[in-house]
């Protein structure tokens, strides 16, 4: 296997966590609407939390974004 398609490889395996944090930001919001609904009164309290873990989801996608593209360009 020549170096140029290991990087290409590298790279394509690298980015798996992109879609991985798309699934995360999904369940994150799905398992919210689905205690909000059961009781709504503890929703706004939960807030908080529901940003904070799309904050922390978003960022290991972005990070394993950004890992794909060093192993691709350099």
Aim: glycine content about 18%; proline content about 3%; charged content about 5%.
């Amino acid at each position: 296997m020549d170096p140029a398609s290991a990087k290409l490889i590298g790279a394509g395996l690298a980015a798996i966590g992109t879609g991985a944090a798309g699934i995360g930001v999904g369940n994150l919001f799905g398992h919210y609407l689905s205690g909000a609904l059961r009781n709504p009164s503890a929703a706004q309290g939960q807030f908080g939390n529901l940003i904070f873990g799309f904050a922390v989801t978003e960022a290991l996608g972005i990070f394993a974004l950004v890992i794909a593209l060093l192993v691709l360009f350099t």
